[in-house]
């Protein structure tokens, strides 16, 4: 393509990914991580890469946009809806990270039952003797609950059933074919019988705050929660408070409303809380993965071809050219 573009990502990509957009006039980023740079960047922008959050008038200030594109899956972070009616085509890549966030939870599973992290600071402290009273447990024959059967909540499935021997509970509205290895079971049911659980939903105002002070009541005093999806599907002051008195045993969370999580924040304090920074989906190869889906839709779109998951193909044929 010869044609020269605007194309602006809202924070850095994979280098190859750059490299493949050069032609059309490469990459740039907004001057610092505030609302204001991001909004003078975009002013002018051809197309754009999501990796954060826009703000929901973004788009009455980008004249020029023909394409927003996700680094990733959630959409909760593109004003699909103002796209839509100023004509401008949105794509994402839910493939590219089911296999890093699945890893995750089966790691934070992991992490939680042979209590590694607990164990280490032990061990350095020169408690050898903390092997004996340490409370591991093996997940063979215990119950996951899966709230969410897409493409990251069934890859987690599959994981916990053949690869460590754990029974699922799956709830998921909207599924017709569920596998043999899940059951299918009511939102309460499966919080009131898994030994985790584990959210894979996306944030719509029928999630937020799914996991309130009555579903938490529901779990056994055993139980653990485990949040990669997106923190606002959490009322914090519930979880909290459960934490607090130990009316559940813990939780293990990546994600957190606002982010970053803030220096005040109640968890911080919580002693069974396993705490990480957004990361699940940050695996090198997810993040050349996206990087590269992106930057491939990219390029599609700005030739005059369809990007490969239009999440509103209603716009495409009376989108900005």
């Known amino acids: 393509m010869a044609a020269q573009f605007s194309i602006v990502a809202t924070d850095a990509i994979h280098p190859d990914a750059i490299a ?21 960047a975009v002013a002018g922008a051809d197309a754009l890469i999501v990796r954060r959050k826009l703000p929901d008038d ?56 042979r209590r590694q992290g607990w164990l280490q600071e032990r061990l350095l402290a020169g408690d050898w003797a903390a092997r004996n009273g340490a409370g591991t447990f093996e997940l063979r024959g215990r119950t996951l609950g899966i709230v ?28 017709t074919d569920w596998p043999a290895h899940v059951t299918s079971t009511p939102l309460d049911a499966l919080a009131a019988a898994a030994d985790f659980v584990t959210f894979h939903t996306p ?10 002070a009555r579903l938490l009541a529901r779990m056994p005093p055993h139980a653990w929660l485990i949040n990669a999806a997106r923190g606002e599907l959490i009322d914090d002051d519930a979880l909290v408070a459960a934490l607090r008195a130990r009316r559940i045993a813990g939780a293990a969370l990546d994600v957190y409303a606002p982010e970053p999580l803030a220096a005040d924040s109640p968890y911080r304090d919580l002693d069974n809380v396993l705490l990480t920074p957004h990361t699940a989906a940050l695996t090198g190869e997810a993040v050349y993965r996206m990087s590269m889906g992106s930057a491939g839709d990219v390029r599609r779109v700005l030739g005059g071809e369809r990007p490969g998951n239009l999440v509103n193909p209603e716009v495409w044929d009376r989108r900005r050219t």
């Open 148 to 175: 969410g059967l897409g493409r990251i909540g069934s890859a987690v499935a599959d994981a916990a059933h053949f690869g460590l021997g754990m029974a699922v509970l799956g709830h998921h509205p909207s599924r």
């Open 20 to 40: 493949l957009l050069e032609p059309l006039g490469g990459v740039t980023l907004p001057a610092d991580d505030s609302e204001a740079a991001l909004r003078a």
């Open 58 to 113: 973004l788009f009455d200030g980008a004249p020029k946009l023909k394409f927003v594109v996700r680094h990733g899956a959630g959409l909760d972070y593109i004003p699909v809806a103002a796209a839509t009616a100023a004509g401008i085509a949105v794509a994402n890549q839910p493939d590219a990270n089911t296999n890093a966030v699945a890893e995750h939870v089966i790691g934070a599973l992991l992490t939680i039952s």
């Open 203 to 212: 944030l719509t105002e029928t999630t937020r705050h799914i996991v309130d």
